[in-house]
């Protein structure tokens, strides 16, 4: 079993869909959580971080955490063709202090 | 925000030539530094994590002899792929803590590597 599994999608949606993207894990004694976005060709983008169980928003964007559940979610809503994008899921692993993620859900808004 | 340079974004070489990839941290000090390297469409493997001042740490399967990591200063680190081969053809991504905090990795934009 992986420790961060990801589905890879690709994951399509008209303009204007609320997207949810999602991560599970399977240690719990991971504590921090991030989101990015990599468009083609080019580096990850960091969207969120948290640590903490429970939601944070930033724009379109909201984080969601249970970690009592071992479950992460992006939510974009009133998606946008710019949207489209890789989004990858990265989770600080405990005890080797080394970032973990996962394969990256490929998300395509069509106008 | 924190912003993390590399340079050059794309190169070509002949095989057997050695190829020098920087990442710089712009508006902070990196204490470490990562290297990722990214095949398409799949996710980004860790080649090893960089300290400032010491000896890379390389994963399981990396060469550190063939993928050389200097990072000789809080503000700078460099991969050089030696004696570079058609199968080192891939995306190189360097990432740094200490932008948004220490557990939080800040990108590169990548380099892509094409040998011929």
């Known amino acids: 079993q992986k420790e961060v599994e990801q589905d890879p999608g690709p994951l399509s949606v008209p303009e204007g869909a609320i997207v949810s993207l999602n991560c599970t894990y399977s240690?719990?004694?991971?504590?921090?959580f991030m989101w990015y976005r990599q468009y083609s060709r080019k580096g990850p983008e960091l969207l969120m971080y948290t640590y903490s169980s429970g939601n944070k928003e930033d724009g379109r964007f909201t984080a969601q955490v249970d970690k009592s559940s071992k479950y992460i979610s992006l939510f974009i809503r009133d998606s946008q063709p710019s949207d489209s994008a890789t989004y990858l899921c990265a989770i600080l692993g405990g005890n080797t202090g080394k970032l973990i993620f996962g394969q990256g859900t490929t998300l395509q808004v069509k106008p | 925000g924190a912003v993390v340079s590399q340079h050059p974004s794309w190169v070509i070489c002949k095989s057997g030539t050695s190829v020098k990839i920087e990442c710089r941290s712009l508006?902070?000090?990196?204490?470490?530094m990562f290297w990722y390297r990214q095949f398409p469409k799949q996710s980004l493997m860790l080649m090893a994590t960089s300290n400032e001042g010491s000896k890379a740490t390389y994963e399981q399967g990396v060469e550190k002899d063939k993928f050389l990591i200097n990072h000789a200063s809080l503000t700078l680190s460099t991969l050089t792929v030696t004696s570079a081969h058609p199968e080192d053809s891939s995306f190189y991504i360097c990432?740094?803590?200490?932008?948004?905090?220490?557990?939080?990795?800040?990108f590169g934009a990548g380099s892509r590597l094409t040998v011929l």
């Open positions: 508006d902070f000090q990196a204490t470490t």
């Open positions: 990432s740094a803590t200490g932008g948004y905090g220490a557990n939080v990795l800040t």
């Open positions: 240690n719990s004694a991971f504590q921090y």
